[in-house]
T-cell receptor
Framework: AQSVTQPDIHITVSEGASLELRCNYS??????LFWYVQSPGQGLQLLLK??????LVQGIKGFEAEFKRSQSSFNLRKPSVHWSDAAEYFC????????????FGAGTRLAVHP | NAGVTQTPKFRILKIGQSMTLQCTQD?????MYWYRQDPGMGLKLIYY???????DKGEVPNGYNVSRSTTEDFPLRLELAAPSQTSVYFC??????????FGPGTRLTVT
């Protein structure tokens, strides 16, 4: 069965430090890959997506993610974290066919220390 | 564009009551979805629709019903509310699946 794993439930970083959030997926083919961010009390906002082509994708708010087929991973990175980045981050896999559903990971909650 | 809007933002229900969560999108998207979000569990798909008049079950449909009479609206009906339905509910829409755009959510408590 298809699944998405985000190994880190909580991560705390200092403002200005670099960030990497991990995401691994289990799927037989190359999936569509997404990262969403959810600020407290808000809905989910699309940060970036990968469908095909260049495996390093750029998103909004200075985030990027790299697709590594050999590791079935799609890790999210940011070189310098801002206090406003504190939120919950969800990795999702989009499956082709049928209604093209999204399968979400359980999320990683990011805290940023001043 | 308002995008995807949901009402209400918060609601408290007593066990056995019923209610409808409203979802409207102004992007003319054919695909619409309802999810529930439980702590530490990510989002689970309740129902989805591929166009007006066409709906189908997702992963966790029990206790819910939907209808899609127009492209814009996709209400979710809870009949006989139970404590297990305490959750945050998100509506989403899509022009080109699987990329989806989400509403702000409805936080529902059943006591």
């Amino acid at each position: 069965a298809q699944s998405v794993t985000q190994p880190d439930i909580h991560i705390t970083v200092s403002e200005g430090a670099s960030l990497e959030l991990r995401c691994n997926y289990s799927y037989g083919a190359t999936p569509y890959l997404f990262w969403y961010v959810q600020s407290p009390g808000q809905g989910l906002q699309l940060l970036l997506k990968y469908f095909s082509g260049d495996t390093l994708v750029q998103g909004i708010k200075g985030f990027e993610a790299e697709f590594k087929r050999s590791q079935s991973s799609f890790n999210l990175r940011k070189p310098s974290v801002h206090w406003s980045d504190a939120a919950e981050y969800f990795c999702a896999v989009g499956l082709s066919g049928g209604y093209n559903k999204l399968i979400f990971g359980a999320g990683t909650r990011l805290a940023v220390h001043p | 564009n308002a995008g995807v809007t949901q009402t209400p933002k918060f609601r408290i229900l007593k066990i056995g009551q019923s209610m409808t969560l409203q979802c409207t999108q102004d992007m003319n998207h054919n695909y619409m979805y309802w999810y529930r979000q439980d702590p530490g569990m990510g989002l689970k798909l309740i129902y989805y629709s591929v166009g007006a008049g066409i709906t189908d079950k997702g992963e966790v449909p029990n206790g819910y019903n939907v209808s899609r009479s127009t492209t814009e609206d996709f209400p979710l009906r809870l009949e006989l509310a139970a404590p297990s339905q305490t959750s945050v509910y998100f509506c989403a829409s899509s022009r080109t699946p699987p990329e989806q755009y989400f509403g702000p959510g409805t936080r529902l408590t059943v006591t």
